[in-house]
């Protein structure tokens, strides 16, 4: 045996682990995909079957009344998918269209309530803070003075 045969026996040892490693992350990834789709559907499915049965209402007569209330649930649902979207999503300009869903959904919502003379929910954090797959706090550019999701540019007053 040569002295090259050794280095030669480790490198086809390793290069064959590398094939082994490559060939189950293979067989790996089509499985997670398969489950973050499968995720996907569920909370979308849980989201519109919320939607659904919360927009089933009694009409009281008031046209205004039974409009908010069937629509606000409606936007809500549109949160809630758009928030799916966020935690599983891939594609930039969906998951920038996502954020955007829900600002607008949201300032939608306290209008009609607003409008009704309803009372405003509670502060709480923005929907898409602590989402568990992605983290979104740095995945749009922001231009200066505006927020995401926000159609208002900075103006200054003269």
Do not use: C
Request: without cysteine; negative net charge.
């Amino acid at each position: 045996m040569s002295a090259a045969s050794p280095r030669r026996q480790r490198g086809i040892a390793l290069a064959a682990g590398a094939v082994a490693a490559l060939v189950a992350a293979v067989g790996v990834l089509p499985a997670a995909a398969d489950s973050l789709a499968a995720a996907f559907a569920a909370e979308n499915d849980a989201a519109m079957s919320r939607m659904m049965a919360a927009m089933e209402i009694k009409p009281s007569g008031d046209v205004d009344r039974d409009f908010a209330a069937m629509m606000i649930p409606h936007h809500q649902g549109a949160i809630e998918m758009a928030q799916a979207e966020l935690r599983y999503g891939r594609n930039e300009q969906l998951r920038r269209i996502a954020q955007e869903i829900i600002v607008e959904q949201q300032q939608e919502i306290a209008a009609m309530r607003l409008a009704l003379g309803q009372p405003l929910p509670p502060s709480a954090p923005a929907p898409t803070q602590g989402l568990a797959a992605t983290d979104t706090t740095n995945s749009l550019p922001h231009p200066p003075h505006t927020m995401p999701g926000m159609h208002m540019e900075h103006r200054d007053n003269p």
